[in-house]
């Protein structure tokens, strides 16, 4: 991975849109996980693949291809699609930032506004500077050639770049001295191989009856976009908030190709490779183990007065299984008690904390699809939502060979990218370090005489091939019996039906797309309580449940029981933006406003004139108004007078520029009407 920081200064102002806006506001400024000012990721690199194939088509025939292995591209009937060695962060802001609002209107054939065509923008002020990465997953010189010259061939920014906005100048930091022209010049006779075909597994039948286990560690330096359903129902586009084991699987598989395609196959088809998702954790290093948990699991609404902290407890462990400090249920029979979904942090200081999924911020954008395959589609902006959360945690165990070769690979940790939108977000870092399955668990949780190695709760899909109609119960016994786990006393489990993706040998294909065909699933969170204690513990949680158990499904966990501590996820402060004093309501609003008051009492020309006052100064405009009061008419002073206070009032809240706007909102508003 090759990475490059560049900085971007703005020379005009930029109007960029995030496609979020109220009916005062059209238009809001995109803005990063913690509030700081961004140019979007997204919007770069559209602008980049524009600029890169209208550079290289008059000189190459292969200038498709070039751009497809540099950005990818979408799958299509006959084709999966593909990724591409680019990623770009979001370019974002590093010092205060100047805020503008930029305010136009339509102009019909009669030379007036459009009625109800009034838009207020929000633009990032020039001068402004942004720092963001690109990371290229390639070490050919050509294609990284490529890369930076798609990146410096960005000239403007958001909105209105053929009218003068947005214009920009992009430096990368120890390239200072490239330039367009010149990496043009040396890429158009090159020889560029863009062939990104995945390696080829291929079972050699070898089994590695030993394995190790590894703590992995992921480092996020951007939100993350974790569909759990299929995308295509609506245009909002949601994210889980748990990176799944399957996604963790194909990632650790495909670092270790890059070292040894035959370790990688090995270790695809060996039956001890067991991928457990990585879950949101705060503070990493003091985390033993995270465990999904389910609605299941409860959390009194408020502390309680007598021990001035929350209630936990699980709707799976009845107060007969546990000691006496443990019967939750009798302690909580008067408190008002809610379920849910979170992560149980099992900790060195033998606490359980509990992380609930709401308490972790989520990242809401609107991103507009341009390139789409089908040109009839009209309706192609997406909503997309993505979670903020720093740091995740999970196991793996692999066979010795493999476990080894992955502690080197990710020995100083190694940049990855999870969930959708890959290129433009989901980075981050990702370590691993050797640990001991279960041991330390076994030690720490509270799991009481009568529960050890009883109560087990889903961590990933559980496959299974039973009918449709089939009760639950009798699917997780069949599940439990077939893989040598005993009989089921008691369960809360979900089923649900399960699609992918799956390019390699296994998994049943629908089409050529690489699209697998839908399975019937225990969805993570659920769980049961065996009628004995499950014994030779650790091999068959490495082993897991139901079918198709590779590639990181039917992972299942002991149950930590329940918390005793509410964890608190942090929060950072984002850059503060310039603004000015004002009141709670926007210019453009007060434009609206002073419209209402006056109705037609002035004219369009005597507004105009007061709007030729704020483009000078704000003293101008009081000048202006106290010569309406003091030594005009009476008559004229009776048309002035319905707005003066109001007027009087925003000269000292608002700067000349917001003045300026609440004035020219106000003069359009009356242009538009018919003047007696």
């Known amino acids: 991975m090759t990475d490059y920081l560049f900085s971007l200064f703005l020379k005009s102002d930029a109007e960029l849109s995030s496609g979020l806006g109220n009916e005062l506001l059209n238009s809001l400024l995109p803005r990063g996980a913690n509030g700081e000012f961004i140019i979007p990721a997204s919007h770069l690199k559209g602008i980049m693949r524009e600029n890169l194939f209208r550079l290289l088509s008059p000189f190459r025939t292969d200038t498709t291809a070039v751009c497809n292995c540099i950005f990818g591209h979408s799958g299509e009937k006959g084709n999966s699609g593909q990724s591409g060695i680019l990623h770009l962060s979001n370019a974002i802001a590093v010092s205060a930032s100047k805020i503008l609002h930029v305010t136009r209107t339509a102009i019909a054939d009669n030379g007036i506004a459009e009625e109800t065509s009034l838009r207020t923008t929000e633009a990032l002020g020039c001068g402004c500077h942004l720092e963001g990465k690109m990371s290229c997953s390639t070490t050919d010189p050509v294609l990284l050639k490529l890369c930076r010259l798609a990146l410096l061939s960005v000239f403007a920014v958001g909105g209105g770049r053929t009218r003068g906005a947005g214009a920009c100048k992009i430096a990368i930091q120890g390239f200072e001295n490239d330039s367009p022209g010149a990496l043009l010049r ?36 951007a939100p993350l976009c974790l569909p759990e359903r299929p995308v295509g129902q609506s245009n909002f586009i949601s994210s889980g908030f748990v990176i799944p084991g399957t996604a963790m699987a194909g990632t650790l598989l495909t670092l270790l190709s890059q070292e040894s395609p035959q370790i990688a196959s090995d270790c695809f088809y060996s039956a001890l490779f067991r991928c457990f998702p990585c879950l949101p954790v705060i503070n990493a290093k003091d985390c033993l183990l995270p465990v999904l948990v389910s609605n299941s699991h409860k959390i009194s609404k408020t502390v309680q007065p007598d021990s001035g902290k929350y209630l936990f407890g699980d709707l799976m462990i009845p107060d007969k299984y546990l000691e006496a400090e443990y019967h939750w249920q009798t302690q909580c029979a008067n408190v008002s008690m809610k379920g849910t979904n979170g992560v149980l942090i099992v900790r060195k200081n033998n606490k359980i904390e509990l992380l609930k999924s709401g308490d972790i911020a989520r990242y809401y954008t609107a991103h507009g699809v341009i390139n789409s395959s089908d040109e009839d589609k009209r309706d192609n902006l997406f909503s997309k939502e993505a979670i903020c959360a720093k740091e995740f945690s999970g196991i793996v165990t692999l066979p010795e060979k493999a476990a080894e ?30 640990c001991s399955l279960l041991t330390a668990e076994e030690e720490i949780l509270p799991q009481v005489s009568l529960l050890k190695n009883r109560l087990f709760i889903v961590q990933s899909p559980i496959v299974y091939d039973a009918p449709p109609q089939t009760n639950s119960r009798d699917i997780i016994n069949s599940v439990l019996l077939e893989a040598g786990w005993g009989e089921v006393e008691e369960e809360s489990i979900t089923t649900s039906v399960l699609f992918g993706w799956n390019n390699a040998a296994l998994g049943e294909q629908i089409d050529n797309t690489g699209r697998t065909k839908a399975r019937r699933v225990i969805v993570p969170g659920s769980i049961f309580l065996l009628k004995k204690p499950l014994g030779d513990l650790q091999n068959k949680i490495v082993q897991g449940l139901g079918c198709d158990r590779y590639a990181g499904y039917g992972a299942v966990l002991p149950h930590p029981m329940f918390a005793c501590e509410l964890c608190k996820a942090d929060v950072r402060n984002p850059i503060a933006a310039v603004t000015s004093k004002r009141t709670a309501l926007h210019p453009v609003y007060c434009g609206y406003e002073l419209d209402k008051a006056c109705q037609e009492k002035l004219s369009a020309s005597q507004i105009a004139n007061l709007m030729s006052c704020a483009d000078i100064s704000k003293d101008a405009v009081r000048n202006f108004l106290n010569i309406q009061k003091e030594r005009r008419p009476d008559k004229n002073w009776e048309k002035w007078k319905c707005v003066y206070e109001t007027i009087s009032k925003h000269l000292e809240q608002y700067s000349k520029e917001e003045m300026y706007t609440m004035f020219r909102v106000w003069h359009d508003l009356r242009s538009g009407r018919k003047e007696k």
Do not use: N
């Open 186 to 221: 040396e890429i158009i006779t090159a020889e560029i191989k863009c062939s990104t075909s995945a390696v080829c597994c291929t079972p050699t039948g070898v089994a590695d009856a030993r394995y190790k286990t590894l703590k992995l560690h992921f480092t996020a330096d």
């Open 405 to 434: 070769l992955l502690c080197k690979i990710l020995k100083d940790g190694r940049r990855v990218f999870f969930g959708k939108a890959k290129s433009t977000m989901g980075s981050g870092l990702l370590t691993a370090e050797l």
